[in-house]
T-cell receptor
Framework: EAEVAQSPRYKITEKSQAVAFWCDPI?????LYWYRQILGQGPELLVQ????????DSQLPKDRFSAERLKGVDSTLKIQPAELGDSAMYLC?????????????FGEGSRLTVL | AQKITQTQPGMFVQEKEAVTLDCTYD???????LFWYKQPSSGEMIFLIY??????QNATEGRYSLNFQKARKSANLVISASQLGDSAMYFC???????????FGSGTRLLVRP
């Protein structure tokens, strides 16, 4: 069964270091999302791509976060420098552009701990 | 204002019994979709059920059903015949208009007792 791949599953880093997460969506899915989920809360959208273009990055802290999807397939989310408050689960999801429900398919997530 | 409100931080249910998880939403867009996702301790978000704003009937998927009350702006999830494997976080989410992004509530932690 097709799935969204994410790596790494776990990352521990010290504050002020750089960290990167990778996501490979389900083949053929044009829309890709990065969500951040702080422990005990619901996921919040950081950035949404349609193919290689950013559709929504209004909640992305652009002073330290960047995201790219250069060829419209896989994507990288980077944090530099990491801060203690960045500790969270980073979830990648993808969806078809058209479709009945617009259901999002999620990866297993990348859990970040900043020390 | 909160777009999605889940007022139950935690719920208990006895195995084999039914449980209702509450969700209210706020939107002025006549076209929207409502979703429920399950998140086990492993972290992955698992899609459970979907209800469109124009759907005439309540959605059902196996043991999951969605009690959609449009006038009250509520979309409660009903899980029948609870199983131990149902213990997880449950999130209600909404998609507005032509946007495909989902806005999530704060979740409800369900614990099924044997």
């Amino acid at each position: 069964e097709a799935e969204v791949a994410q790596s790494p599953r776990y990352k521990i880093t010290e504050k002020s270091q750089a960290v990167a997460f990778w996501c490979d969506p389900i083949s053929g899915h044009a829309t890709l999302y990065w969500y951040r989920q702080i422990l005990g809360q619901g996921p919040e959208l950081l950035v949404q791509f349609q193919d290689e273009s950013v559709v929504d990055d209004s909640q992305l802290p652009k002073d330290r976060f960047s995201a790219e999807r250069l060829k419209g397939v896989d994507s990288t989310l980077k944090i530099q420098p990491a801060e203690l408050g960045d500790s969270a689960m980073y979830l990648c999801a993808s969806s078809e552009t058209s479709g009945n429900t617009g259901e999002l398919f999620f990866g297993e997530g990348s859990r970040l701990t900043v020390l | 204002a909160q777009k999605i409100t889940q007022t139950q931080p935690g719920m208990f249910v006895q195995e084999k019994e039914a449980v209702t998880l509450d969700c209210t939403y706020d939107t002025s867009d006549p076209s929207y979709g409502l979703f429920w996702y399950k998140q086990p301790s492993s972290g992955e978000m698992i899609f459970l059920i979907y209800q469109g704003s124009y759907d005439q009937q309540n959605a059902t998927e196996g043991r999951y059903s969605l009690n959609f009350q449009k006038a009250r702006k509520s979309a409660n999830l009903v899980i029948s015949a609870s199983q131990l494997g149902d213990s997880a976080m449950y999130f209600c989410a909404m998609r507005e208009g032509s946007s495909y992004k989902l806005i999530f509530g704060s979740g409800t932690r369900l614990l099924v007792r044997p």
